[in-house]
């Protein structure tokens, strides 16, 4: 199972938008609903931002939304923070009931 | 407050074994599957395996481990288990244990610290 493909890395402006891109294949992420989203910081666990697509886990902010359209997932960070400056993941079920994460997006806030 | 704690982490030889746990608590544990997700050092995250809240369904692994890793459960103790055999370098990473949430997705909502497994001669 080969990794989904990510930007290696995004820069944005406080308070700016961004938008980190997540493409997988038909077998993966474009044939169920099951993209999650994870931000790292250095040296700490992943947090979970986003699941099943779109929806929120409680207590993470409404900057933090995601989307999908055919194989290509979305997240879409706006407002960007100086705290939103971390690693970005994301991960989704395949057709052999497993589950796939992306390669890593850095985000850089400049 | 849910709680995962990894430990069993260590260096090890090729070819040889390990056995990780992951006691979990603030949770109902046997109602929850859950998974090992391991990163290798300055590497992205990869999953690994994952194990239904029974212990006896949805057990599945990483074509990279599958006959080498074995995920396991003791509900009675709250622990889960990875016992990792025929070691590789490439398994040199760190290991975390994941809760998932109900649903199918990839949903991790607690990871814990995580354990550094070293595989070097």
């Known amino acids: 199972q080969s990794a989904l493909t990510q930007p290696a890395s995004v820069s944005g402006s406080p308070g700016q938008s961004i938008t980190i891109s997540c493409s997988g294949t038909?077998?993966?992420?474009?044939?169920?609903?099951?993209v999650s989203w994870y931000q790292q910081h250095p040296g700490k666990a992943p947090k979970l931002m986003i699941y099943?697509?779109?929806n929120r886990p409680s207590g993470v902010s409404n900057r933090f939304s995601g989307s999908k359209s055919g194989n290509k997932a979305s997240l879409t960070i706006s407002g960007l923070q100086a705290e939103d400056e971390a690693d970005y993941y994301c991960?989704?079920?395949?057709?052999?009931?497993?589950?796939?994460f992306g390669t890593g997006t850095t985000v850089t806030v400049l | 407050e849910v709680r995962l704690l990894e430990s069993g982490g260590d260096l090890v030889q090729p070819g040889g074994s390990l056995r990780l746990s992951c006691a979990a608590s603030g949770f109902t544990f046997s109602s929850y599957d859950m998974s090992w997700v391991r990163q290798a050092p300055g590497k992205g995250l990869e999953w690994v395996s994952i194990?239904?809240?029974?212990?006896?369904?949805?057990?599945y692994y990483a074509d990279s481990v599958k006959g080498r890793f074995t995920i396991s459960r003791d509900n009675s103790k709250n622990t889960l288990y990875l016992q990792m055999n025929s070691l590789r370098a490439e398994d040199t990473a760190v290991y975390y244990c994941a809760k998932r949430i109900v649903g199918g997705g990839p949903d991790f909502d607690y990871w814990g610290q995580g354990t550094l497994v070293t595989v070097s001669s």
């Open positions: 991960s989704s079920y395949t057709m052999r009931s497993t589950y796939v």
């Open positions: 194990l239904s809240g029974s212990g006896s369904s949805r057990i």
């Open positions: 038909s077998s993966d992420l474009g044939g169920y609903d099951y």
């Open positions: 099943e697509v779109s």
